[in-house]
């Protein structure tokens, strides 16, 4: 049961990076025992408060107290040692180490000879991820693992630490219905513990369902703690944007047109792997002007379904891909590209973005061909598109020559679709196009995309969330273990039908 | 977001840019080599200095900015070392095959479509390299660390057996290198025109491509993250083929200008380590090994950094550049790739703390003590000797001593220790105020030390001398004119005890030694030749002879010896 006395106290803390205020004066504290939900848009400053948190950043203005004593941590170890371990959004696993490796990282069990002793920390993984309720061998390397499982393995991480604190940054952008269900049923197991958790989201449903009281920042500023009971959703969300969000029913009205893209029995096998194939005979049609949304679970091929209309997929494909009545046979993202099909790619910061180069530069990268003249690039005709882009998509950036970095999630997210407009698609592919990003910057997307369809562009779209597909979509296709396991017009779709769909093993 | 905007349109920037700061660097090292040399060769002559300089850095600009865009592409290329030493070897083979009796000897010029010819095939073979990396990392997926690496080892010791078979067939015997004897390869070895016009006209057209093309933007984006560029649709494979043919293409022309300098084409020297140069140069010059980052300014402002810093240094310590070439291309790379990454750094405790830093001291001042044994005492000498030059000029005298009295190891002792103490200072947990005293307290230490050894040593082994003299039976007196005299006349001194007491004797500066009616013979004599301040001898009523006398003579010729 939580408890008043207050466990963390934050007392007018000011963070400052180059040129921008990231807290300004943030103040409230956390209760001993309780399930806290920060809220905010991106850049709202939750990020960087549980850096402070966690030490990851050890400078910063104002006092922080665990336990009324006043502590700034110099680095995660002092934090770890203080009871306090953080998931963070962006994983920090080492890649090429096992899952039982990454779990007991910097904390290695060791044989009384002093070697590693590899069986007792595959066998407590083990454990451990029997807890989480996943069947991840711990002998696997992380990199073999979906995103969705090695945030997993980051959980596994924090809980084998015994923490009294735990911090969870966006925890459930990567995962699927059932593995939030699975996380909540954890974080109440723990909260019995009597663990205390900050819980970072911008997810209202998630924070509704559990918290004990919530604290919403927007642009660094504490804005309002308060009890769960004391709000509804919709004032939540004013509060966090500053103004109501509209939400409407996407699809009304749209006319699709004519079949751009026809997949007949489409197949990637799977070379060494027990299922053999990564998808299994998957047929559709898009049609221009129509937004086809493809659902299911991690694992269960969608991202694989784009990466073979886009040429990039690990094997190469069977079956028979048609765009606009012509049979086409991608070798690499470049002949997708000029064929006229365009991917914007589920993980932003390792697939989709040049942190070296500015915002200008990321957006024009796909066709600098139109700004240049016998491959000389002009700096004029190329600055030109950049604004143009940014304006027709209202990309929020102090100007083109910005650092790309310097960018909310939404956005990157933006400047990436941009970048795909300029090559003027006829099949826009949009895998997770939402993911970590907040829920301004969301309905904001909602709308590009609603345009675009409404131009006669055909997009796919893939979500991890069901009321997403469901609010974007004129049809859906659900896919359980590369099998196309259902079809929905709009109007027949309903998350349960879907999930349903989703979990059908056998067909 | 409206701060940010204010970040972006940093009046100042310029002055933060990597380039500037290179610049700045090589004016500060231009001057202090000017001022710090004692013969002030750059202000003398700063022509020759200049194009032996400019020479220098056009031949190793060449193929460093093939390295940097292969670094900026996001790769590495370790084999231009030898690419120079293949391609060299290439163009004379080809030199050889085609006009085997021009190049026997003689000044004969080799015909202008024979030497047109060699230089396209060396060209051409500098592509067939870059391809065959390409083809190695991009199709046989080898990291270009490793790819390159093969050929880094294999292709010096193929040059090297074409060489030997080339000049079995041609000449009749097997040779490991080529000689070049045509007029207009002497011509190039001696102009500096040649490599910088090459060098400028390679640098501007690299900077025009890097900074203002498709190929180049999509050589960063390649660079700055692999993935996200092949799903933009860039063809990454192409791309890095362009990478390393340029990188290997430039290596050759290297190659080319390099055999040229030499007139002889050897496979077993030629280009040895130049690959590490080049990289060190891009380094200096701001690229990241990350890739994505550098720019061909910023790498040909590092190639000259280098160069000065190299030439500088040899001037300053009067040795041969070579020798302490590789040095201090290390110590600059460090230097030059910690101080540009200062931010990285803020929000550490200090570079000295724990049992790694520990280690870190010791090492540091190890090296700063085996550096002062090297070079120390004409190092110390050259800002002394400055300081006296301007003195003398502005009060017409001098204020210290124009050399430092202290001997090798005791300096690079002093130095190793000094250094030592302040770091041990620097990783103490003293508050500010006491930190600051500490401060002062070991500072003045150093010096008092210093000078201590500076006056003491010399003092004591004088005490130590003259204790010596005096137990032998010798008498000391200091004369009216300050110099010394020293008298055994009379004392049975042998030639044993006189051996003994010739470090002594060295010590006093004796200028006027009297060995009158001692036991000494001509096997003593040999002794006192190392007595270079020795003016006058008293060598009667000895059993010392002409003999003895003749190799005095002849190591002291002006001795003046009475018998």
């Known amino acids: 049961m939580p408890s008043d006395v207050p466990l963390i106290s934050i007392e007018n803390v000011t963070k400052r990076f180059p040129g921008v205020v990231a807290l300004d004066g943030v103040t409230f504290d956390v209760r001993a025992g309780e399930f806290h939900a920060v809220v905010g848009e991106n850049g709202a400053g939750k990020s960087t408060l549980m850096k402070i948190f966690s030490g990851v950043i050890p400078d910063f203005e104002g006092t922080l107290r665990i336990d009324g004593q006043e502590v700034r941590f110099a680095n995660t170890r002092k934090a770890e040692a203080a009871g306090i371990s953080i998931i963070h959004q962006e994983l920090n696993l080492v890649e090429d180490l096992s899952a039982a490796a990454n779990v007991f990282l910097g904390r290695e069990r060791r044989t009384a000879l002093g070697l590693l002793d590899d069986r007792a920390m595959q066998r407590a993984a083990a454990t451990l991820f029997a807890e989480l309720e996943c069947n991840i061998r711990p002998d696997q390397p992380v990199r073999r693992l979906r995103v969705g499982d090695q945030q997993l393995v980051e959980i596994a991480k924090a809980l084998s630490q015994d923490a009294s604190i735990l911090i969870m940054d966006e925890p459930t952008s990567a995962l699927t219905e059932s593995e939030v269900e699975r996380l909540f049923r954890i974080i109440e197991r723990l909260l019995a513990r009597g663990v205390t958790i900050v819980y970072i989201s911008h997810k209202l449903d998630e924070v509704f369902r559990r918290s004990d009281r919530i604290t919403v920042l927007r642009d660094g500023k504490h804005v309002r703690t308060m009890a769960r009971s004391e709000t509804r959703p919709r004032e939540l969300t004013h509060l966090m944007v500053g103004r109501e969000i509209s939400s409407f029913h996407h699809a009304e009205g749209r006319a699709p047109g004519e079949v751009v893209l026809d997949v007949k029995s489409l197949s990637l096998p799977w070379t060494g792997h027990a299922r053999a194939w990564r998808l299994r005979n998957v047929s559709f049609r898009l049609r221009r002007g129509e937004v086809l949304g493809v659902a299911g679970l991690m694992g269960a091929g969608r991202t694989e379904l784009l990466e073979c209309l886009f040429g990039t997929s690990p094997e190469p494909p069977v079956g028979q891909i048609v765009l606009e009545g012509k049979e086409v046979h991608f070798a690499s993202p470049a002949d997708a590209k000029r064929a006229g099909v365009a991917l914007v790619t589920e993980d932003r910061k390792r697939l989709g973005l040049f942190p070296q180069l500015n915002v200008r530069e990321n957006i024009t990268v796909c066709m600098l061909e139109e700004a240049a003249t016998a491959s000389l690039i002009s700096a004029r005709k190329e600055r030109h598109a950049a604004r143009e882009s940014i304006a027709l998509l209202n990309i929020k950036t102090p100007g083109t020559e910005a650092a790309i970095t310097g960018l909310s999630g939404g956005n990157q997210q933006k400047a990436i679709i941009a970048r795909w407009l300029r090559t003027r698609p006829k099949v826009l592919l949009l895998d997770d196009p939402t993911r970590g990003v907040d829920v301004g910057a969301k309905a904001e997307l909602y709308r590009v995309i609603d345009r675009l369809c409404r131009e006669g562009l055909g997009i796919i779209v893939t979500s991890s969330e069901l009321p997403e597909l469901i609010t974007l979509c004129d049809r859906i296709l659900v896919l359980c273990e590369g099998r196309l396991t259902g079809t929905f017009e709009r109007g027949e779709f309903t998350e349960q039908a879907l999930m349903e769909a989703a979990t059908r093993r056998e067909l | 977001m409206a701060d940010l905007s204010a970040g972006a349109r940093d009046p100042l920037r310029f002055l933060r840019r990597h380039e500037t700061g290179l610049l700045l660097a090589i004016v500060l090292v231009i001057g202090l080599t000017t001022l710090l040399d004692s013969q002030h060769n750059y202000w003398r002559d700063p022509w020759t200095n200049g194009v032996q300089i400019m020479r220098q850095t056009s031949l190793l600009g060449i193929f460093a900015i093939g390295s940097a865009i292969v670094i900026i592409s996001g790769g590495i290329d370790l084999s231009s070392g030898s690419v120079i030493c293949f391609s060299g070897t290439i163009c004379a083979t080809l030199l050889l095959l085609l006009a085997p009796e021009r190049m026997r000897g003689g000044d004969a010029p080799i015909d202008l479509w024979v030497l047109t010819l060699a230089i396209a095939g060396t060209l051409v073979v500098g ?30 010791s193929l040059a090297w057996a074409i060489c030997e078979n080339v000049t079995k067939a041609t000449l009749g015997g097997r040779s490991s290198q080529i000689q070049i004897f045509d007029p207009r390869f002497r011509y190039l070895a001696t102009s500096v025109w040649i490599p910088a016009v090459i060098f400028a006209v390679l640098a501007v057209c690299a900077w025009v491509m890097l900074s203002r093309t498709v190929l180049g933007r999509h050589l960063y984006a390649l660079g700055g993250n692999e993935e996200a560029a092949r799903l933009s649709g860039v063809r990454t494979d192409r791309l890095k083929w362009f990478a390393y043919c340029f990188s290997a293409i430039l290596s050759s022309i290297a190659g080319i200008l390099y055999i040229c300098e030499v007139s002889v084409a050897d496979p077993q020297t030629l280009g040895m380590g130049y690959e590490l140069n080049a990289i060190a140069a891009a380094v200096v010059g701001g690229c990241s090994l990350q890739g994505g980052l550098g720019t061909v300014e910023g790498t040909v402002l590092g190639t000259i950094f280098l160069r000065t810093v190299i030439d500088g240094v040899a001037k300053v310590i009067k040795t041969g550049s070579k020798v302490y070439e590789g040095l201090i291309v290390g110590v600059v790379v ?26 870190a001291a010791i090492n540091v001042s190890l090296f700063a003590g085996v550096m002062a044994v090297l070079v120390g005492p004409t190092f110390v000498a050259a800002p002394i000797e400055l300081l006296n030059d301007v003195t003398k000029r502005l009060i017409g005298t001098t204020l210290i001593k124009g050399q430092t009295t202290l001997s090798a190891p005791v300096l690079g002792v002093w130095v190793a220790c000094s250094l030592f103490a302040l770091f041990l200072l620097a990783r103490s947990s003293l508050r500010t105020r006491n930190r600051n005293l500490a401060r002062v307290i070991l500072g003045l230490a150093i010096f008092g030390v210093y000078f201590a050894l500076d006056f003491g040593l010399p003092a004591y082994q004088m005490h130590r001398a003259t204790v010596a003299v005096e137990n032998a039976g010798g008498k000391i007196e200091t004369q009216a004119n300050g110099d010394v005299r020293v008298e055994f006349a009379g004392t049975a001194l042998d030639d044993v005890t006189l051996k003994s007491l010739g470090d002594s004797l060295r010590s006093l500066h004796v200028a006027e030694l009297s060995l009158a009616g001692t036991n000494v013979t001509d096997d003593g004599m040999d002794s006192l030749a190392t007595l270079t301040t020795l003016k006058r001898l008293d060598l009667s009523r000895t059993k010392v002879d002409r003999g003895g006398t003749r190799t005095l003579g002849r190591a002291l010729p002006d001795l003046d010896i009475t018998q």
Do not use: D, N, Y
């Open chain 2, 127 to 156: 592509f067939l390299i870059g391809s065959l990396h390409a083809w190695l990392i991009t199709v046989v997926k080898l990291p270009p660390f490793i790819a390159t690496l093969a050929t880094l080892v294999g292709l010096r």
């Open chain 2, 334 to 359: 460090v230097f030059a790739v910690a101080l540009s990454q200062t931010g990285k750094l803020r929000g550490r405790e200090g570079f000295f703390a724990g049992p790694l830093g520990l280690v």
